[in-house]
């Protein structure tokens, strides 16, 4: 594992790493904000799954999260979207291949040599910065968008790993949006029966009681891709007839950029923060 | 004029507009913070000036401003660093040319033609942001590495206009570093008595102690640039002999990225804010 860069951020520490990711066969890099070292338990970490286009460099220098994160004594890790690299498959479309890797396990060629999102995300990467760092044991997910359907299926299919969970704008029902109709058919192949497992509105139907977490959820009603890729109303009602505990927040007049999560993510962060360091 | 972007950030508008610079001979951009209304007086403004290679959008998404620019009831204008486009004379070092204007007026070719950003931030741009936007009459200004250089020479150059003026790891003494040498060379000619009027320090001991505002710098020890091309100690000794109301500090641990901004910016509005609102 190397070390590429290292700032000192509100007292902590802003890190980007790069190691070679067995899960998906190339080289990856992640950005860790490590706050300022305190007496007592190590930190609780917020993971932070990015969307489209992103790397794991976009929230760290856009969100500003790192100011309540120091105060709070929370670590943040933020992972790159997808396998990179001249050797792993792409698209020219910005929603398929690198930067849109939907965080999944995909099946099909030429993408399942290396598309394992969350495999990596579940069991390599979290082995990896446990072992490298020293963390407690609690942990939350978050994200935006494509990021923002990460955090909630990395949630939906591990209860118990998660706190909390929270998103911005997410894609909540990928099986009959655009976005994930394309990627799904690409990464998954044409049977959608395969894809349900990576749709949170099927998994939370699908949810047993005891496995609910606090949800919250920021949407900007100005979000252009609001109607015809997030629809964030199909999982409230799907939380509201499982009984699930999700806040859903329509915030007027943002949009679906950095400005509207710089402007929400202390909330999100001191919404964490309740189940992570209790 | 036109807009080229509108978000809402932190209850207020962060908006990108696109203008013809007389000035300048050549459309420029230009990103502006209106923080949310209130009643009473209209906002006063703090201008920042950004570094080398910046554009008009680095501080807005990286700084994290608008969060404290708007609880304070502050508008941000953030200009570009020079003129722009493919009729501009450029080079290919990153420290002359296009995003690198250094705040001055050029008067050798190719530049002169263009490169006139003192006059444009002195009178074009304020003119034309006072007859679009309703804003207060008290401005401050602040900025970064080549624009804590610019943030300064306006403040010193224009006693009475600005209530106060800060800087994060300015280039105090182009004269005599290798950044402003090869600029000045290029823009000024080879005569280094035509330098001074661009230089903060022979600027601060040339001035009378009425035009005098209060002044904050801050400096990271782990900047790469500290000891080659900042040396803010230059400055705070001139500011010593002429009784300057200046503070220098040093922040043990900090480079020259915007992770060192981010971390500061609120003290940074808040020292503004004493003056602006007052």
């Known amino acids: 594992?190397?070390?590429?860069?290292e700032h000192r951020c509100f007292g902590g520490r802003q890190q980007r790493w790069r190691h070679h990711a067995s899960t998906l066969n190339c080289a990856m890099t992640f950005t860790i904000f490590l706050p300022p070292p305190r007496d007592g338990a190590p930190p609780p970490?917020?993971?932070?799954?990015s969307g489209l286009t992103c790397t794991d460099e976009n929230f760290a220098s856009k969100a500003g999260a790192q100011r309540v994160a120091a105060g709070l004594g929370i670590a943040l890790v933020m992972p790159d979207t997808s396998?990179?690299?001249d050797a792993v498959a792409d698209d020219e479309s910005y929603d398929l291949g690198q930067g849109a890797g939907f965080y999944l396990n995909a099946t099909r060629q030429p993408w399942a040599a290396h598309y394992r999102m969350y495999d990596y995300l579940r069991d390599e990467l979290p082995a990896l910065i446990q072992s490298q760092f020293t963390l407690g044991d609690r942990r939350a997910i978050s994200g935006h968008s494509m990021g923002g359907h990460?955090?909630?299926?990395?949630a939906l299919k591990n209860p118990g790993r998660y706190a909390s969970v929270s998103a911005f704008a997410p894609i909540v029902n990928p099986c009959r949006v655009p976005w994930?109709?394309?990627?799904?058919?690409a990464y998954l192949g044409a049977d959608r029966s395969a894809w349900t497992e990576w749709d949170s509105c099927a998994l939370m139907y699908a949810s047993r009681p005891e496995q609910a977490i606090p949800t919250?959820?920021?949407?900007?009603?100005?979000d252009t891709f609001?109607?015809?890729q997030l629809q964030p109303a199909v999982l409230a009602e799907a939380a509201r007839q499982k009984a699930w505990p999700m806040t859903?927040?329509?915030?007027?007049?943002?949009d679906h950029s950095y400005y509207f999560i710089a402007s929400f993510i202390e909330e999100h962060l001191r919404f964490h923060a309740q189940y992570l360091l209790k």
């Open 1 to 5: 594992m190397e070390m590429l860069e």
């Open 45 to 49: 970490v917020l993971w932070w799954l």
């Open 83 to 85: 396998p990179r690299g």
């Open 150 to 154: 990460g955090a909630l299926i990395m």
């Open 180 to 185: 994930g109709e394309k990627a799904f058919t």
């Open 216 to 222: 919250l959820i920021d949407q900007g009603d100005n």
């Open 226 to 228: 609001l109607a015809g």
């Open 248 to 254: 859903l927040r329509i915030q007027p007049g943002y």
